[in-house]
T-cell receptor, first 119, second 112 residues
Framework: DTGVSQDPRHKITKRGQNVTFRCDPI?????LYWYRQTLGQGPEFLTY????????KSRLLSDRFSAERPKGSFSTLEIQRTEQGDSAMYLC?????????????????FGPGTRLTVL | GQQVMQIPQYQHVQEGEDFTTYCNSS?????IQWYKQRPGGHPVFLIQ?????EVKKQKRLTFQFGEAKKNSSLHITATQTTDVGTYFC????????????FGTGTRLKVLA
């Protein structure tokens, strides 16, 4: 399977614990996005990378959240001191952004997500 | 901040009926994407619209981008049970960012 993969698929943790998720994008994709989705809502932007550079981070994201993409390949999202409000599906998407202006094309390929439950 | 709203939130149709979902942004968009998410699945890209007034068709699906590039619509002709899912639009602002703002989604149920 050459799609986007995420690990683990499910994570149950106790409040106050740290968790780390991994995303393996489609190879050669230069952009990688992290989103959070709760039931009945659309994906909420968390952060994105262009190769290894983290270019934007949501202002909604507290200091407990951090993401890395070393060497511009896989990415990790860490949540420290988890809270019950962090329970959600965490989605990763990758894309090969091309073109500029009206020719800009950026189809995002989503992974299956990691479902986090904080007890 | 930028908001992207979709209406309706839910839609139940009889198989064979048409369906339309509308997406409205509070700010002008550079482009807009549409995604479909099946129950229990992840979003899957359908299309991207870039030009003002653009209309694109994919079989029974018709996508439109408004003249002011602040709204968009997805119309499905003669729905089938395979169309079941939630349809999201995702807007990209015109300046300085590649951050997509997803709409609230329209959940479609098709009754056979």
């Amino acid at each position: 399977d050459t799609g986007v993969s995420q690990d683990p698929r499910h994570k149950i943790t106790k409040r106050g614990q740290n968790v780390t998720f991994r995303c393996d994008p489609i190879s050669e994709h230069n952009r990688l996005y992290w989103y959070r989705q709760t039931l009945g809502q659309g994906p909420e932007f968390l952060t994105y990378f262009q190769n290894e550079a983290q270019l934007e981070k949501s202002r909604l994201l507290s200091d407990r959240f951090s993401a890395e993409r070393p060497k511009g390949s896989f990415s990790t999202l860490e949540i420290q001191r988890t809270e019950q409000g962090d329970s959600a599906m965490y989605l990763c998407a990758s894309s090969l952004a091309t073109g500029r202006g009206p020719l800009f094309y950026n189809e995002q390929f989503f992974g299956p997500g990691t479902r986090l439950t904080v007890l | 901040g930028q908001q992207v709203m979709q209406i309706p939130q839910y839609q139940h149709v009889q198989e064979g009926e048409d369906f339309t979902t509308y997406c409205n942004s509070s700010t002008t968009l550079s482009n807009i994407q549409w995604y479909k998410q099946r129950p229990g699945g992840h979003p899957v890209f359908l299309i991207q619209l870039v030009k003002s007034g653009e209309v694109k068709k994919q079989k029974r699906l018709t996508f439109q981008f408004g003249e002011a590039k602040k709204n968009s619509s997805l119309h499905i002709t003669a729905t089938q049970t395979t169309d079941v899912g939630t349809y999201f639009c995702a807007g990209l602002r015109t300046s300085g960012t590649y951050k997509y703002i997803f709409g609230t989604g329209t959940r479609l149920k098709v009754l056979a």
